[in-house]
């Protein structure tokens, strides 16, 4: 069983950056896909960034790239989302998730992932 924190969620003007972490419980936390989605009022959950277990490869979505970078710190137990140049349109609840498929390709559907965080608000103003 592994839980997930996360933190660092706010409020922010358009333009500026925030860093959201995700703290997980478990001395298995580098042997675990993780990924950031998102969900916006009235939409789906989304993944907007993903890294295998072993840190080598990640994806973005194409909303995000270049403007968000996800990193994991195993020695830590965390993974992190630096989000930059927010737009309105990054408004949303984002949520860490863990998945136990150790692939070599970041996973970025819902259902491929085991565990999840309880989410945390990110607001951009205009």
């Known amino acids: 069983q592994v839980q997930l924190v996360e933190s660092g969620g706010g409020l922010v003007q358009a333009g500026g950056s925030l860093r959201l972490s995700c703290a997980a419980s478990?001395?298995?936390?580098?042997?675990?896909?993780m990924g950031w989605f998102r969900q916006a009022p009235g939409k789906q959950r989304e993944c907007v960034a993903a890294i295998t277990w072993s840190g080598t490869n990640t994806y973005y979505a194409d909303s995000v790239k270049g403007r968000f970078t996800i990193s994991r710190d195993n020695a830590k137990n965390t993974v992190y989302l630096q989000m930059n140049s927010l737009k309105p349109e990054d408004t949303a609840v984002y949520y860490c998730?863990?998945?136990?498929?150790?692939?070599?390709?970041?996973?970025?559907?819902?259902?491929?992932?085991?565990?999840w965080g309880q989410g945390t608000q990110v607001t951009v103003s205009s």
């Open positions: 998730a863990a998945t136990t498929r150790r692939t070599i390709v970041p996973r970025s559907t819902t259902w491929e992932y085991d565990y």
């Open positions: 478990g001395r298995t936390f580098s042997s675990y896909g």
